[in-house]
């Protein structure tokens, strides 16, 4: 499928999802998504609230990893509690949405928007988070679970490239196999083999990202002023948190 074919698709999709939301506002009902909303990635089929459980509030909880506030991380357990519905408000102030921590019509047709049909965010892809090797394998971690913490990460990423005004975030270092770490002189138990791992470089100043970053789940943070890092920033998911980047005041 071309790009251009891609951006119809996805333009369809919205003017569809936010036309049943203008109706359900008219006539006071709540609109779920349907058929005709069908995405090539994942589409819902209810409005997700606070209390709902399972996979389809996972898969929003993937797209929200980037909205947990200060510090914090949001739980990927697929129970809609008080911190997804935070994130979800986060998420729909970003974009001028309803703010009413409901994942409905407007809010899925957004998400639509913002997703590839493989999952990941419009903005990053999986080539430039994996110049490695093409399998994803020879890590800390399976193949699968390498994937799945890069598009993780993504979203993420996508949060923090609107809160900064969108201009590009460039990758320049993903995910790594034991070999491929080797190879750069990586450390040993980088977070690049286990897939969450990124360094960035781009438009914005390394401390920009370094700060800015504390916001959007990282709770790996290395950039200016730690040894190593002042020429890019890295990023990661360590079990607890490790920021480091003296000279930008973190």
């Avoid at 969450?196 to 709770?219: E, I, K, M, P, Y």
């Amino acid at each position: 499928m071309n790009r251009r074919t891609t951006v119809l698709r996805r333009l369809g999709r919205a003017l569809t999802a936010c036309a049943l939301a203008a109706v359900a506002s008219l006539v006071g009902v709540t609109v779920t998504s349907s058929a005709a909303q069908a995405d090539g990635c994942y589409t819902w089929g209810r409005t997700l609230s606070s209390g709902m459980t399972g996979e389809d509030v996972r898969q929003l909880q993937i797209r929200l990893s980037g909205y947990p506030g200060y510090g914090a991380v949001l739980a990927l357990d697929g129970a809609f509690g008080p911190a997804t519905r935070s994130a979800l408000i986060r998420f729909q102030q970003a974009y001028g949405l309803a703010a009413d921590g409901y994942a409905g019509p407007a809010t899925q047709a957004k998400l639509y928007e913002l997703q590839d049909d493989d999952c990941t965010p419009v903005n990053f892809t999986y080539a430039e988070w994996n110049r490695c090797n093409s399998t994803w394998s020879g890590g800390a971690v399976s193949a699968s679970s390498a994937k799945f913490n890069a598009l993780v990460s993504m979203w993420k990423l996508q949060a923090m490239r609107r809160a900064m005004g969108s201009a590009p975030i460039n990758i320049s270092s993903g995910f790594r196999s034991y070999s491929c770490n080797s190879a750069v002189g990586g450390a040993s138990n980088s977070r690049h083999l286990y897939g969450d791992g990124v360094d960035l470089v781009g438009v914005h100043s390394f401390c920009a990202f370094s700060q800015q970053a504390r916001n959007h789940g990282f709770t790996n943070i290395l950039g200016p002023g730690y040894p190593g890092h002042n020429d890019h920033v890295h990023l990661g998911n360590t079990p607890s948190r490790s920021w480091s980047a003296p000279s930008c005041g973190i």
